[in-house]
């Protein structure tokens, strides 16, 4: 058995659970990414530490195309309308389930909160679906 | 700078190294594993096992502090009944999720790489949230009368 593409999986979800520990630890608030962003688009009153999370992330996202090229490789068949129509249905759709990945995926689902358990299960489900029938009924393009 | 400023700068950093060396900024390793009729990828379980596995032990002991290290108080949800609000939102965000391949965090990490598909898929997810605050204001304003 090789199990080297398990290593690179597991080390980026122990960094993000590190980062998520740390937020809870020392800022005493959920990491989630939905949330944050959201809340850097209206009067809150931690709106300087939301914007310097974002920071933190668009910081790497400038330098690690040049350090690991690969990571923002593997795009897929989608065009514009298809791209708007899931960005509006992801914005939407974290703001009113209150949480992505992130808030419910990692934070919630380890805090053992039955919402984030039935929200976990529930985009996993309907991303499962969504993935099939672009990929199987759509010919892998949309 | 505030202290709680400089902590969400190095978590930022963080969270975003672990989102690049994951493999949660590629489209089709995030859809690869979602589908799972097709050559199925499992490797992207092992991302929210490696995060859950931390962060489960961090609750376990930082949910014993009356506060936190730096800010002054925590600010935890605190709601455990499911409604449909939750349900719906969620089965929304999935949908938007394996059609695109980009879940939030991935996609602001990815925004600077300057790929016209993310720049788009960004800009769509910011209008939902700002969609979503109108509509849920109007909901509310309605409800009152």
């Not at chain 1, 980062?19 to 209206?42: C, D, E, H, V």
């Not at chain 2, 596995?53 to 709601?79: E, G, M, S």
């Not at chain 2, 016209?116 to 605050?133: H, P």
């Amino acid at each position: 058995m090789e199990f080297g593409w398990i290593i690179a999986p597991l080390v980026g979800g122990l960094q993000i659970g590190g980062a998520s520990a740390i937020t809870l630890a020392a800022n005493g608030r959920i990491a989630g990414t939905s949330g944050i962003l959201a809340g850097t688009m209206r009067p809150t009153d931690d709106r300087g530490d939301r914007v310097a999370f974002l920071v933190g992330l668009l910081a790497v996202g400038a330098v690690a195309p040049f350090v690991m090229p690969s990571a923002f490789e593997g795009g897929v068949d989608r065009s514009y309308p298809a791209l708007i129509l899931a960005g509006l249905l992801v914005g939407f759709g974290t703001q009113l389930g209150n949480g992505c990945t992130s808030g419910h995926g990692v934070c919630g689902l380890s805090r053992g909160s039955p919402r984030s358990m039935v929200a976990t299960g529930t985009f996993m489900l309907t991303g499962g679906i969504a993935a099939f029938v672009v990929g199987h009924l759509l010919g892998g393009a949309l | 700078m505030t202290r709680t400023r400089w902590v969400s700068l190095f978590v930022g950093l963080l969270f975003g190294v672990g989102l690049v060396i994951s493999g949660m900024t590629r489209p089709d390793k995030v859809i690869g594993f979602l589908d799972v009729a097709g050559a199925w990828d499992p490797s992207l379980m092992f991302v929210m096992g490696g995060g859950v596995a931390v962060y489960a032990v961090a609750w376990q002991i930082v949910r014993r502090w009356k506060a936190p290290l730096v800010a002054p108080a925590f600010a935890l949800p605190t709601r455990r009944d499911i409604d449909g609000r939750l349900v719906a939102g969620a089965a929304l965000f999935g949908l938007g999720w394996g059609i695109g391949g980009y879940c939030p965090g991935p996609a602001l990490v990815s925004v600077p790489s300057g790929q016209s598909a993310v720049l788009v898929f960004v800009a769509a997810m910011v209008a939902g949230m700002q969609i979503f605050r109108v509509w849920d204001a109007r909901g509310r304003a309605a409800s009152a009368t």
